[in-house]
């Protein structure tokens, strides 16, 4: 029997919606849906354990082999509005269970060829989609990323110790007690933030100096050669309680303006740079690996709103993407344990390590 939590089931509800709706429509910047923009599905390609699936729109819906085209199944459109009817209400009524079973979906998916809920670990996009481009006239192949606000919200950036920052305590010099006590404050829910707060009410500072993981730090150099510097502006204050929302942590790194930028002139450095790191996350840019720009997902983003809507983002309405994306997301403290948080002695000096994660607001 298949199982799987509320963004695995989604990716399905996704796959089974469009071809039942047979149009993907364009979200503005508050993931409302822009009537007048919207992509007419062709097909969907579907990797599986045992060889590739083309799923055609055209009257009905025909599984076609795609290793050697033949004809598997044909179906009425209408039992895909009625399964991804069905699937949405089970996800909905999954009672907050991490993983859950759909055996009356699993059985409909058996019969048209559609072995597995997620797309293969090889797989670049979480689907893929073949639509005719009223802009282009083209009919592109175009991949998808894609996110539930079904249920629990979603991360964007995922926490490691590669998203590790590191900050030098210059100003004080803390005895091996001291750091002791430091460590062993541990509030419920608080605990980093009264450290930070012991820290700099007995005249320590923070100092950025580097980051645990050079990859991370150069594939945010790559997108601009100060994100490192702007993010742990950012990651500081939030760990200090001054805010979480990226666009409010935006409002106080403006104010500090830590790279010394010349705002004379109304320039929007910071958002701008911003924004540019949550879309590149978004489409393909992961700590642990080298970033070179190539976006994984090359259509874009596709959004599973609370009442089961999908609406995306796309090249063309990249402006209201970012601005999504900026709206809301926020920073968060991981439930697991990546050796940060604590103060540590190198030589004769005092660090400690922050975590970045970005989850999206739910």
């Not at 029997?1 to 993907?24: C, H, P, Q, V």
């Not at 879309?279 to 983003?301: E, F, Q, R, S």
């Amino acid at each position: 029997m298949i199982t799987g939590n509320k963004g695995e089931w989604s990716e399905i509800y996704t796959f089974l919606k469009l071809l039942a709706d047979g149009r993907l429509y364009a979200a503005d910047s508050d993931l409302n849906r822009i009537e007048n923009i919207y992509y007419p599905i062709l097909k969907i390609l579907r990797t599986e354990t045992d060889g590739s699936r083309e799923y055609c729109r055209n009257g009905n819906i025909k599984v076609i082999n795609g290793d050697d085209g033949q004809l598997l199944v044909s179906l009425p459109i209408n039992t895909f509005v009625e399964y991804s009817k069905k699937l949405y209400n089970i996800i909905i009524d999954s009672n907050g269970k991490r993983t859950f079973p759909a055996p009356e979906i699993e059985e409909f998916l058996s019969s048209i060829n559609c072995t597995t809920i997620k797309a293969q670990a090889n797989e670049k996009s979480d689907i893929t989609l073949v639509v005719h481009d009223q802009f282009t006239g083209f009919d592109p192949i175009l991949g998808f990323s894609i996110k539930s606000r079904i249920g629990g919200a979603s991360t964007l950036l995922n926490p490691g110790t590669t998203t590790n920052f590191i900050y030098k305590i210059r100003k004080k010099s803390f005895t091996n007690l001291e750091i002791e006590y430091i460590n062993s404050i541990n509030p419920l829910q608080r605990k980093y933030k009264d450290r930070i707060t012991y820290i700099l009410s007995n005249g320590g500072k923070f100092k950025f100096t580097g980051m645990e993981n050079e990859i991370f730090k150069l594939n945010l150099q790559v997108i601009d050669s100060n994100m490192p510097i702007i993010v742990s502006n950012m990651l500081l204050n939030y760990y200090m309680g001054n805010a979480s929302s990226l666009i409010d942590l935006l409002d106080i790194v403006e104010k500090e303006n830590p790279c010394n930028f010349n705002l004379g002139y109304n320039h929007t450095f910071y958002e701008y740079k911003i924004k540019s790191l949550l879309t590149d996350i978004a489409l393909g840019m992961t700590p642990a690996t080298v970033w070179k720009g190539h976006y994984d997902a090359t259509g874009g983003y596709i959004v599973v709103k609370e009442d089961g809507e999908i609406l995306c983002y796309h090249i063309y309405n990249r402006n209201e993407f970012e601005d999504y994306l900026l709206k809301n997301t926020k920073l968060d403290t991981p439930s697991h344990r990546y050796n940060f948080g604590e103060l540590y002695k190198e030589k004769n000096d005092v660090y400690m390590k922050l975590n970045l994660q970005i989850r999206f607001k739910k």
